[in-house]
């Protein structure tokens, strides 16, 4: 009796109880090498901070390629490890074409909230066929919308890295539409406004994408000429100043001023061109101008703090195409030609750069770094097939009609881009100052980003209206300048967090189609003959064993 009731608690009561205790367990192990599925401490803390419910719609719905289910999967595994952390987030997965009569009538819709289409092709045997996605999702709070592209990649990826590197970022792209939706208390920032800048139009699309992160300003110099105090007093409730292709040259009071918003603790971001290239000569019909020093008097300054602009223009053998116009009127034809004075800088692997896209350059010079208290980090540089040319000299456009010897290009990779932190010298110590300052700073902790590239900020026009930066209206190519400047800011800013979730890795194997369609018919061969020759290699085990009992 004793035995069947130890038996009947063996093998009903303890299971029951084990599967109730489970129901109320959640364990959840990431065995991954990579730990894909673990959210990074930001991640939760960022899920756990949300005030009001989230409703997210997910457009990569209803029948899609096997590659954009693969990242469909990665969706739906991130969203579930998300709500172990909050019961915040709804989300709801939309098949766009679900009910729609018309397809075109539908992707122009959609295009108008801008929700592009991404358009798939695929091959069989018999034909082509073509499919219609749209890898977007949708945030809402209730009084913000904001839209998340599910797609990344940069120039030059395979389809298949393009895939493995949007899996990789769909953490950083919903954590930092949280952080845009949370965020209450934005830090400042100031663009100088004064010295010829960048004009608003030009400059426009990196602010938009500024201002959910943010407070934007503009700042003038030149304001409270005559209250030099004052208009220190005013930059310093800045961390951070961006100098964005300014044309004209710095006073000594102008220079004194930003140098004692470095020595406080402020920040600053230079895009500065040494060189002087009028493009609109470069342009024109004659199709040549003449590169010359753009004095900005602020070249000492800079010597002091660790680095100097060279006065020269470099070239690359990996360089970026402009389109150059053939023929006339009906027989004109608009050819993309390599043009080695836009190089397409490789950023270094640093947590600014690390991960994005070639940065397009236009006319840059080197950056020579200098013995200084300042650390310097190099943050992008040219390709190591590279050509320094001294200035003044000139341009024309019958150069992209050369034929580019590698030989030429027999310099190692040059400096476009450094990173300064840690200690700055003034740029005034033991000098006489342009007027009094009681509280004058010899010495400050900060940092200082440089690059020799006035227009790396700017975005192209079309009709007026800005597009986006890093895309090129002519070629159709997207180049990483925005993304590599964001970044830039958001490490100024101290946002630290957004940058290494972004640069969170994760190993996906890449199919290598190439070597599948060579080894193709060996595969076809093996697969068919196996299971034979392993049915035959059991069958006659079997024989042999049967041979051998039956024949006694």
Same mark, same amino acid.
């Not at 109730?20 to 899920?47: M, P, V």
């Not at 756990?48 to 693969?70: C, M, T, W």
């Not at 010829?196 to 407070?215: C, G, H, M, V």
């Not at 390599?338 to 490789?346: I, K, R, V």
């Given at each position: 009796?004793?035995?069947?009731?130890?038996?009947?608690?063996?093998?009903?009561?303890?299971?029951?109880?084990?599967?109730?205790?489970?129901?109320?367990?959640?364990?959840?192990?990431?065995?991954?090498?990579?730990?894909?599925?673990?959210?990074?401490?930001?991640?939760?803390?960022?899920?756990?901070?949300?005030?009001?419910?989230?409703?997210?719609?997910?457009?990569?719905?209803?029948?899609?390629?096997?590659?954009?289910?693969?990242?469909?999967?990665?969706?739906?595994?991130?969203?579930?490890?998300?709500?172990?952390?909050?019961?915040?987030?709804?989300?709801?997965?939309?098949?766009?074409?679900?009910?729609?009569?018309?397809?075109?009538?539908?992707?122009?819709?959609?295009?108008?909230?801008?929700?592009?289409?991404?358009?798939?092709?695929?091959?069989?045997?018999?034909?082509?066929?073509?499919?219609?996605?749209?890898?977007?999702?949708?945030?809402?709070?209730?009084?913000?919308?904001?839209?998340?592209?599910?797609?990344?990649?940069?120039?030059?990826?395979?389809?298949?890295?393009?895939?493995?590197?949007?899996?990789?970022?769909?953490?950083?792209?919903?954590?930092?539409?949280?952080?845009?939706?949370?965020?209450?208390?934005?830090?400042?920032?100031?663009?100088?406004?004064?010295?010829?800048?960048?004009?608003?139009?030009?400059?426009?699309?990196?602010?938009?994408?500024?201002?959910?992160?943010?407070?934007?300003?503009?700042?003038?110099?030149?304001?409270?000429?005559?209250?030099?105090?004052?208009?220190?007093?005013?930059?310093?409730?800045?961390?951070?100043?961006?100098?964005?292709?300014?044309?004209?040259?710095?006073?000594?009071?102008?220079?004194?001023?930003?140098?004692?918003?470095?020595?406080?603790?402020?920040?600053?971001?230079?895009?500065?061109?040494?060189?002087?290239?009028?493009?609109?000569?470069?342009?024109?019909?004659?199709?040549?101008?003449?590169?010359?020093?753009?004095?900005?008097?602020?070249?000492?300054?800079?010597?002091?703090?660790?680095?100097?602009?060279?006065?020269?223009?470099?070239?690359?053998?990996?360089?970026?195409?402009?389109?150059?116009?053939?023929?006339?009127?009906?027989?004109?034809?608009?050819?993309?030609?390599?043009?080695?004075?836009?190089?397409?800088?490789?950023?270094?692997?640093?947590?600014?750069?690390?991960?994005?896209?070639?940065?397009?350059?236009?006319?840059?010079?080197? *950056?020579?770094? @200098?013995? =200084?208290? +300042?650390?310097?980090?190099?943050?992008?540089?040219?390709?190591? /097939? &590279?050509?320094?040319?001294?200035?003044?000299?000139?341009?024309?456009?019958?150069?992209?009609?050369?034929?580019?010897?590698?030989?030429?290009?027999?310099?190692?990779?040059?400096?476009?881009?450094?990173?300064?932190?840690?200690?700055?010298?003034?740029?005034?110590?033991?000098?006489?100052?342009?007027?009094?300052?009681?509280?004058?700073?010899?010495?400050?902790?900060?940092?200082?980003?440089?690059?020799?590239?006035?227009?790396?900020?700017?975005?192209?026009?079309?009709?007026?209206?800005?597009?986006?930066?890093?895309?090129?209206?002519?070629?159709?190519?997207?180049?990483?300048?925005?993304?590599?400047?964001?970044?830039?800011?958001?490490?100024?800013?101290?946002?630290?967090?957004?940058?290494?979730?972004?640069?969170?890795?994760?190993?996906?194997? *890449?199919?290598? @189609?190439? =070597?599948? +369609?060579?080894?193709?018919?060996?595969?076809?061969?093996?697969? /068919? &003959?196996?299971?034979?020759?392993?049915?035959?290699?059991?069958?006659?085990?079997?024989?042999?064993?049967?041979?051998?009992?039956?024949?006694?």
């Amino acid at each position: 009796m004793v035995k069947k009731r130890l038996s009947l608690l063996r093998n009903l009561f303890f299971p029951l109880i084990f599967v109730i205790t489970a129901q109320w367990i959640d364990l959840r192990l990431d065995l991954t090498q990579d730990q894909r599925y673990t959210l990074n401490s930001s991640t939760i803390e960022s899920l756990v901070n949300i005030e009001k419910p989230l409703r997210i719609d997910v457009f990569l719905s209803g029948k899609l390629p096997a590659e954009y289910l693969r990242l469909l999967r990665e969706i739906k595994a991130l969203f579930k490890n998300m709500q172990t952390h909050t019961d915040k987030i709804s989300i709801e997965y939309i098949d766009p074409f679900e009910g729609a009569s018309n397809s075109a009538v539908l992707i122009d819709e959609m295009n108008k909230f801008g929700i592009s289409p991404e358009y798939v092709r695929s091959e069989n045997i018999q034909a082509i066929e073509q499919r219609v996605v749209f890898p977007w999702a949708i945030v809402n709070d209730g009084n913000k919308t904001l839209r998340i592209p599910l797609i990344t990649y940069n120039l030059g990826d395979s389809h298949q890295e393009k895939m493995n590197r949007s899996v990789a970022q769909i953490e950083f792209k919903f954590f930092d539409a949280f952080i845009k939706i949370n965020r209450k208390q934005k830090k400042a920032l100031a663009l100088l406004t004064s010295h010829a800048t960048s004009e608003d139009a030009k400059i426009a699309d990196l602010l938009k994408s500024l201002q959910p992160y943010y407070q934007l300003a503009s700042f003038d110099l030149k304001a409270l000429e005559n209250d030099p105090i004052k208009t220190l007093d005013n930059l310093k409730r800045f961390e951070l100043l961006v100098v964005s292709n300014p044309k004209n040259s710095f006073s000594k009071q102008e220079k004194y001023l930003l140098d004692q918003h470095l020595m406080n603790g402020g920040k600053q971001l230079w895009m500065i061109n040494p060189i002087a290239v009028n493009r609109d000569s470069l342009f024109n019909q004659q199709g040549s101008t003449v590169a010359s020093g753009n004095e900005l008097n602020i070249a000492n300054s800079f010597f002091k703090y660790g680095f100097r602009l060279e006065k020269n223009l470099v070239k690359d053998l990996y360089c970026a195409p402009i389109v150059l116009a053939t023929g006339v009127h009906n027989q004109a034809q608009y050819l993309p030609i390599p043009w080695p004075y836009y190089p397409l800088a490789q950023a270094t692997n640093h947590i600014i750069g690390k991960g994005i896209s070639n940065v397009l350059f236009k006319f840059p010079s080197v *950056i020579d770094t @200098l013995k =200084s208290t +300042a650390k310097k980090t190099v943050l992008v540089g040219t390709s190591d /097939f &590279s050509k320094k040319i001294q200035t003044p000299i000139s341009i024309s456009l019958k150069e992209a009609s050369e034929k580019l010897l590698p030989s030429y290009f027999n310099q190692p990779s040059q400096i476009l881009g450094v990173l300064l932190s840690g200690t700055l010298s003034s740029a005034f110590e033991n000098r006489i100052k342009p007027f009094e300052l009681h509280n004058n700073i010899e010495k400050g902790e900060s940092e200082m980003i440089i690059f020799s590239e006035g227009t790396l900020a700017e975005n192209q026009l079309d009709k007026g209206q800005p597009l986006e930066l890093g895309y090129d209206k002519w070629t159709n190519n997207f180049y990483g300048n925005k993304a590599f400047l964001k970044n830039s800011i958001h490490y100024l800013m101290n946002d630290h967090k957004l940058l290494y979730i972004r640069n969170k890795e994760i190993s996906l194997p *890449i199919f290598d @189609l190439e =070597s599948v +369609a060579q080894r193709s018919n060996s595969w076809r061969i093996i697969l /068919f &003959s196996l299971p034979l020759i392993l049915l035959s290699g059991i069958g006659a085990i079997i024989f042999r064993f049967r041979k051998a009992k039956y024949s006694q």
